[in-house]
């Protein structure tokens, strides 16, 4: 197994671009909530750096380019036992689900040797989460940090913000460290040959596992997709209720964190705030951030619409599966976890620190930074102001900062560029009356002209415009 790299991952995505379906439609700058996408030279670019893996570029892409990157299920194979993590979002995916066993059950028969529900330790988040907020009440309001691209957009673009997160694992990370520790006493073997596989809604799973924020290293090894494994259980779920093992550990508050709302119903408060799409919740880190929300909590944010349900990795419509796992969890016990009867759950708190990541500083040094802060105000005063997208950048401000730091030009611009080649034809145009008029004559400022007319015509070339005055003069 590869050796964790902490800075070698620091910035691990897993949305990626497709560039042989790329049309360079610039549709995706648009939605993108951090300003990670450049197209060029007709292509789309997705800068590592600034990339939360939201996702959202991939239910905006017209063209199916931006690809969510996650492990083929084949990857049970490469340990001799496996477990499997479900999210509870998995549930919802099926009609008429009336136990969750018939799920877990066809797990097993699909090739796991084990399994553990994320939504089992999703209820002693709860209970952490519960106590520390009690414990801390005057440092309130909590953000949650479970959903990792919250987390990756609080810690380049709100620092302030990250003391405001609550510093527990996330319910997926809790599963594997327990999952692990009990297969280990199950089995005898060492913790490399025990693979532990979580099914996942959402491609962020995918970069939390490779580079964990609170944690050294995840006890994660692989993640696949929902929608991979959704029509390969289909065949196993066909048999008697009877028959079934009794493997399901969790009641309404662990099943119910898939929901926009349910980390927020499973802590029993009443003053929260639970906002679902990573649109809405910029809005609401701006708020925070200002100090204009008062008297809360808690605050649960969910980068998908809808909650984990509404990731890019499931299969049913995010609303829909919401109704489904309302029914399911309708005559379900509150919870049925606790953490004093889970030893293996040695610390649920983060070890380590998030820190802030300044991505988006345009300096090296204060000083720096302000000089350039003050270019890209001169060049955006220099814009029409559109933020029409043709440059390749979605704002003219974005197009600027892309200057200033050396990787756009003021070309790049189509209305500065229109400008530039009129003004550079207006001259070649005037230099060359001027160098007709003294073509009888002995003037010694000829070449000169001709050298300013070479000059500015090779100028324009470079903007890819013919020289129209050159053509007329030699016909």
């Keep these: 197994m590869e050796k964790y790299n902490p800075e070698k991952n620091k910035f691990m995505r897993s949305v990626r671009l497709k560039e042989s379906a790329c049309q360079g439609c610039i549709n995706c700058i648009k939605h993108c909530p951090t300003q990670a996408i ?25 063209h199916h380019a931006k690809i969510p990157v996650y492990d083929p ?49 999703a209820e002693l988040v709860s209970e952490a989460s519960r106590q520390y907020i009690k414990d801390h009440e005057a440092e309130a309001p909590f953000i949650s ?12 673009k709100f620092p302030s913000l990250i003391s405001r997160l609550l510093p527990i694992k996330a319910p997926v990370e809790v599963a594997a460290e327990i999952a692990r520790a009990r297969a280990m006493k199950k089995t005898g073997l060492k913790p490399e040959e025990i693979g532990i596989i979580f099914i996942s809604p959402c491609p962020s799973k995918v970069s939390y596992a490779k580079s964990p924020l609170g944690i050294e290293k995840s006890n994660i090894d692989n993640v696949v997709a929902i929608k991979d494994v959704y029509p390969l259980l289909l065949p196993h779920m066909k048999h008697d209720e009877s ?21 927020a119903g499973g802590l029993l408060a009443e003053n929260y705030l639970a906002a679902d799409g990573i649109v809405n919740i910029l809005r609401v880190l701006e708020e925070l951030e200002d100090e204009k929300l008062h008297g809360l909590t808690f605050v649960e944010l969910n980068a998908c619409n809808g909650g984990c349900v509404g990731g890019t990795l499931t299969v049913e419509n995010a609303y829909i599966a919401t109704t489904k796992t309302k029914r399911l969890v309708k005559y379900q016990p509150v919870s049925k976890n606790h953490l004093e009867d889970n030893p293996e759950v040695e610390n649920i708190f983060w070890a380590d620190n998030v820190e802030y990541e300044p991505v988006f500083r345009l300096g090296n040094t204060f000083k720096e930074s302000l000089k350039m802060m003050s270019d890209v105000e ?55 009356g001027k160098r007709r008029q003294s073509a009888d004559g002995d003037d010694p400022d000829a070449e000169l002209f001709d050298s300013y007319i070479r000059t500015l015509t090779e100028e324009l070339a470079s903007f890819g415009v013919p020289d129209r005055s050159r053509q007329r003069r030699e016909k």
Excluded at 380 to 401: I, N
Aim: proline fraction near 5%; include cysteine.
């Design 38 to 62: 450049r197209v060029h030279n007709g292509k789309a670019h997705i800068i590592d750096k600034f990339c939360i893996d939201c996702g959202r570029c991939i239910r905006y892409c017209p």
């Design 73 to 121: 299920l084949s990857v049970i194979n490469n340990f001799k036992y496996t477990v499997a993590l479900p999210a509870p979002t998995l549930y919802a995916q099926y009609n008429n689900l009336t136990n969750v066993d018939i799920v877990l059950n066809a797990l097993l028969k699909l090739g796991f040797d084990d399994v553990y529900e994320v939504s089992a330790a």
């Design 378 to 432: 001169n060049l955006t005063a220099r814009f029409p102001g559109l933020d029409c997208g043709s440059c390749g950048a979605p704002t003219c401000q974005t197009l600027a900062e892309d200057i200033v730091r050396g990787d756009a030009t003021p070309n790049d611009c189509i209305y500065v560029l229109r400008a530039n080649i009129a003004d550079l034809s207006r001259k070649i145009e005037e230099l060359a």
């Design 243 to 263: 028959q079934l093992k009794p493997l399901s550990h969790s009641g309404r508050i662990g099943i119910g964190w898939s929901n926009a709302g349910g980390e």
């Design 145 to 156: 940090s479970a959903c990792p691209s919250v987390i990756r957009l609080i810690r380049v």
